[in-house]
């Protein structure tokens, strides 16, 4: 189900000073492809994600999901299309923290229509040792794998996530690049990643370069590293 953006745009309003944070953007994503987007800090990246993924909405253009036209809906018909369709991961873990990993991911997949299985899923991450345990008994690289199983877990048909490795250092970011890797192959989630670390860009089917608010280069690999394999930063 590909996602189509056709002349977007986002301008900000803050007292007298306007921000055109997405000058007309054109973008195709493919159906289980694992795109990159890359740019400097204020380039567009986030403001491109939340328009992409509903949370916020454009000021001008068009984005569709196979026939539905999203920037036709109205709020509540756009959260019911993000809880079905759209999985996220952010910087932070944003996990209940007196639920265990097993608990936390079920809450994932009981928003799912065609959930997974939960169990499978923290295996699928290398977590069935741990999936017992609570979030403050896990390391920052396990807690943000139980984040990705828990998004996972309701099977969206994308998962955005915004500098997932962020808070990582090299080692534990590689090996949630790996699940994320793994997932897209396995299940066929598309994937859509922000991240400043260009080294990423080398996992990806496609790589978009943002710069002040425009898609400055596109890059298409036809081979693509594996997450042991990329450099770092
Ligand atoms: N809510 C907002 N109100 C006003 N301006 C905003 C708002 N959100 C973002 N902007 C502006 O829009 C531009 C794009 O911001 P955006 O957060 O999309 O960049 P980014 O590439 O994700 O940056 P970073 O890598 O630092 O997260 C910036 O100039 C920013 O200041």
């Not at 265990?100 to 229509?113: P, S, W």
Request: include cysteine; hydrophobic fraction near 35%.
């Amino acid at each position: 189900m590909p996602i189509i953006l056709e002349n977007v745009t986002k301008t900000y309003q803050t007292g007298e000073v306007q921000t055109l944070a997405l000058k007309g953007i054109d973008l195709i994503i493919e159906d289980g492809e694992f795109l990159v987007i890359l740019g400097p800090s204020g380039s567009g990246k986030s403001t491109l994600l939340n328009v992409i993924s509903g949370l916020d909405t454009p000021s001008s253009g068009v984005i569709r999901f196979n026939d539905q036209v999203l920037t036709d809906y109205k709020e509540e018909a756009l959260t019911a299309f993000r809880r079905e369709n759209l999985g996220f991961v952010f910087q932070q873990y944003n996990l209940l923290q007196n639920l265990t990993a097993y608990e936390n991911v079920q809450m994932g997949a009981a928003i799912g229509k065609e959930p997974l299985d939960v169990e499978e899923v923290l295996e699928k991450v290398g977590l069935q040792e741990q999936m017992h345990k609570y979030p403050y008994q896990l390391s920052g690289g396990e807690q943000q794998r139980v984040s990705v199983a828990r998004s996972i877990a309701k099977n969206p048909a994308i998962l955005f996530c915004d500098e997932p490795t962020g808070s990582l250092d090299e080692e534990t970011a590689k090996q949630v690049l790996a699940v994320l890797e793994q997932l897209n192959r396995s299940l066929g989630t598309t994937m859509v990643v922000i991240t400043h670390n260009p080294g990423i860009g080398d996992m990806a089917d496609r790589v978009i370069k943002m710069n002040s608010g425009i898609i400055e280069n596109t890059e298409i690999h036809d081979s693509k590293k594996s997450a042991k394999e990329i450099g770092w930063g």
